[in-house]
């Protein structure tokens, strides 16, 4: 069943994207094969809409569909109820942001 309010989420989230990669859009839902809710980024994106936030169902299904998208980058962008599209929360793994922080040149290896 469709959840008409992550429908819409996505369909912010792409526009909210876009400012960054201007090839952001929807992804159609491949079952078991989905790839993220986004194509046009070097990430897959789950984007989440619910009631009640489920981080490690989120992270799950992001780290799924980054398998079948053969991509490392993976993350959830979670709806914040009640707060505009800017205020979403995006979850990353430590691990992946190590590692995007680390082939980004970005930190100095000492504290």
């Not at 989420?9 to 960054?20: G, K, N, T, W």
């Not at 490392?72 to 995006?90: E, G, Q």
Request: proline share 5%; charged share 25%; net charge positive.
């Amino acid at each position: 069943m469709t959840n008409p309010a992550g429908t819409r989420f996505a369909s912010q989230l792409v526009e909210a994207l876009r400012a960054v990669w201007p090839r952001a859009e929807r992804r159609a839902q491949r079952g078991r094969y989905d790839a993220g809710d986004v194509a046009g980024t070097p990430w897959t994106i789950e984007a989440k809409a619910t009631r009640a936030i489920d981080l490690s169902g989120a992270m799950d299904e992001a780290k799924a569909e980054a398998k079948n998208a053969g991509t490392d980058l993976y993350c959830a962008i979670i709806k914040r109820r009640n707060h505009s599209i800017a205020d979403a929360y995006v979850v990353i793994p430590l691990h992946v942001w190590l590692a995007r922080e680390a082939a980004a040149g970005l930190g100095s290896g000492t504290p």
